[in-house]
């Protein structure tokens, strides 16, 4: 029908499926237009059905809306049911009436503060009716029974916007000739979360998020988790995979490897710090105190790691020294160790050390760290958060 009607449409004729609205500014001009459109329909071999049909009228229901010269209007029968709504007992009614008012909300100024107490019981909150909530139903049956009646807009005459705005919600009227033409209204909180409105305010969370303090400019899901703990605006993953896209420092010092196949995994440890995995990263640039690596302990049931300093040319024994001051001296002593094949961890001090204590040391394949994932996805993010932290002079 919009194929059809192409060239009237928007002059003077509406068109929503096979529901036709034609207006005009005269009764001859009416019938002019009227012709028109007959004549269209006839040559595509459309036909209308009569007993379906009003012609010449100076008001008409459309779509649940009363239109006429004045401008748009709350269909009666719609103020009725809201009128004889009885008073919700459950999730489930509260959002039946919600859905009916929200229906006729661009009538009805402030409809997001007035709904603000109907709209915490649709969270995934107890359902309880207090004060409030009866006040805010109340409220909106009468603010509806009262809608304002919008004017229709004159393009060739001035319009004027009034803002408003409180703790629950924000709106906006726009007048032309002292009377309302449109009502905009947005709800300032989605499920406990601040909404945030297009704008910059929206990049600098954004930018925040992902780059503010030390051990951020984490992926996608890491990023949009922040995010969605405090703030809502529609579309967040779309405009944070952006973000993240175009981060120089990420573009950087992140990897683009693919996962690799399938590998036998370790065991499933079955409490904290009883079977533990340990590496070093290496390579670091060195510190003020001498240190140059990192001497990584992860606990594999808790996930709980410990990055303690050291130096690249540290023996098996003084390695052991700080795994005992460090780890054993708050978790205790662990019942399986696994590395990879270091020249620490293949030093004869080193396994008779760990069998005099009664502990297994479980090394991974050669040339295949994958075996431990685990501790290879930290080492990883460790990794990629001290080359975007350091100076730019260090690849």
């Not at 002059?11 to 459109?37: A, M, N, P």
């Not at 394949?365 to 080492?379: A, L």
Request: glycine content about 6%; overall charge neutral.
């Amino acid at each position: 029908m919009n194929h059809v009607l192409r060239n009237c449409i928007g002059k003077f004729v509406v068109v929503y499926f096979d529901d036709i609205l034609i207006f005009s500014k005269s009764l001859d001009e009416h019938l002019g237009h009227l012709r028109e459109v007959l004549i269209i329909l006839r040559d595509n071999h459309l036909y209308a059905n009569l007993e379906n049909c009003t012609f010449c009228k100076e008001n008409v229901n459309f779509f649940g809306f009363i239109i006429t010269e004045e401008g748009v209007q709350v269909d009666p029968e719609k103020i009725k049911a809201i009128q004889d709504w009885p008073t919700p007992k459950s999730v489930g009614d509260v959002r039946s009436f919600h859905g009916l008012a929200s229906f006729n909300r661009r009538f009805f100024k402030d409809f997001s503060t007035h709904a603000s107490p109907l709209n915490e019981l649709m969270n995934d909150v107890p359902f309880i009716w207090g004060e409030a909530q009866e006040k805010a139903f109340h409220d909106l049956k009468e603010k509806l029974t009262h809608a304002l009646i919008l004017a229709l807009p004159n393009f060739a005459q001035t319009f004027e916007l009034e803002c408003d705005a409180s703790g629950f919600g924000i709106g906006a009227v726009l007048f032309q000739g002292g009377h309302p033409i449109a009502l905009l209204e947005w709800y300032l909180f989605k499920m406990g979360r601040l909404g945030i409105p297009q704008g910059s305010i929206r990049k600098l969370l954004l930018k925040e998020s992902h780059e503010g303090g030390l051990m951020d400019h984490f992926g996608v899901d890491k990023t949009l988790s922040l995010l969605k703990c405090k703030f809502y605006w529609p579309h967040m993953r779309v405009d944070v995979q952006r973000h993240c896209s175009k981060c120089i420092n990420c573009l950087q010092a992140k990897s683009r490897a693919m996962p690799h196949g399938l590998y036998t995994p370790l065991p499933i440890a079955s409490s904290p710090w009883v079977d533990i995995s340990m590496d070093f990263v290496l390579g670091l640039p060195r510190t003020q105190r001498g240190f140059d690596s990192i001497f990584v302990v992860v606990d594999r049931f808790s996930k709980m790691v410990h990055f303690i300093p050291c130096h690249k040319v540290d023996d098996a024994s003084y390695i052991a020294k700080l795994f005992f001051k460090e780890v054993v001296c708050l978790h205790g002593l662990p019942k399986t160790i696994a590395s990879d094949r270091d020249v620490e961890f293949l030093s004869q001090f080193w396994k008779i050390l760990w069998e005099k204590l009664g502990m297994k040391l479980v090394y991974s394949t050669s040339f295949h760290p994958q075996t431990d994932g685990q501790i290879e996805v930290v080492n990883k993010s460790l990794s990629t958060l001290l080359r975007v932290i350091q100076s730019t002079d260090y690849p």
